[in-house]
T-cell receptor
């Protein structure tokens, strides 16, 4: 499976935008980019996914580089409830095996 | 919506004991998974299933067994508990209908300690 690289930790102030980066230089043309987050003492939850174009949903935006070797998860206004570990994952097209989780980015939101 | 339900939430085992972690989902998903998460680490896939009667090994299957007799249930069995199996276990499910875009739904986890 293709690997992803994320910073171990990031900090943000409450109500400010947060940009969480992810590098995936070995991505293949049909791999989808998925983001999940894990709140303290909970299971991971889906945030967003994309293939080539930028994507928006009620939780976040996903910006994908033109060469697809990197992507950025954007939280437009961080709240204290957004403090979590964020995982960037490549979903191998056509594979029944599920997502491989790295160690993710621990996001701390400061009041 | 119940989603993915795991029981128990916490359990302490003695070395050599056995137990079954239960997982059930009410979303009619074909795919189900078991992950473990050690402190400060990401999730590692133990076993997965693409449908009733079909299971396959993931990244770390040693010491575990699974079965999938129904679409809804996917229990994980520990036969001879070892301290190395102390971890948080997550069950997840997903639909196959959307190909590579399908998202996983996770349970709330089982905290297992083997002493």
């Amino acid at each position: 499976d293709a690997k992803t690289t994320q910073p171990n930790s990031m900090e943000s102030n409450e109500e400010e935008p947060v940009h969480l980066p992810c590098n995936h230089s070995t991505i293949s043309g049909t791999d989808y980019i998925h983001w999940y987050r894990q709140l303290p003492s909970q299971g991971p939850e889906y945030v967003i996914h994309g293939l080539t174009s930028n994507v928006n949903n009620r939780m976040a935006s996903l910006a994908i580089a033109e060469d697809r070797k990197s992507s950025t998860l954007i939280l437009h206004r961080a709240t204290l409830r957004d403090a979590a570990v964020y995982y960037c994952i490549l979903r191998v097209s056509g594979s029944a095996r599920q997502l491989t989780f790295g160690s993710g980015t621990q996001l701390t939101v400061l009041p | 919506n119940a989603g993915v339900t795991q029981t128990p939430k916490f359990r302490i085992l003695k070395i050599g004991q056995s137990m079954t972690l239960q997982c059930t989902q009410d979303m009619n998903h074909n795919y189900m998974y078991w992950y473990r998460q050690d402190p400060g680490m990401g999730l590692k896939l133990i076993y997965y299933s693409v449908g009733a009667g079909i299971t396959d090994k993931g990244e770390v299957p040693n010491g575990y067994n699974v079965s999938r007799s129904t679409t809804e249930d996917f229990p994980l069995r520990l036969e001879l508990a070892a301290p190395s199996q102390t971890s948080v276990y997550f069950c997840a499910s997903s639909s196959t209908r959307q190909g590579s875009t399908e998202k996983l739904f996770f349970g709330s986890g089982t905290q297992l300690s083997v002493l």
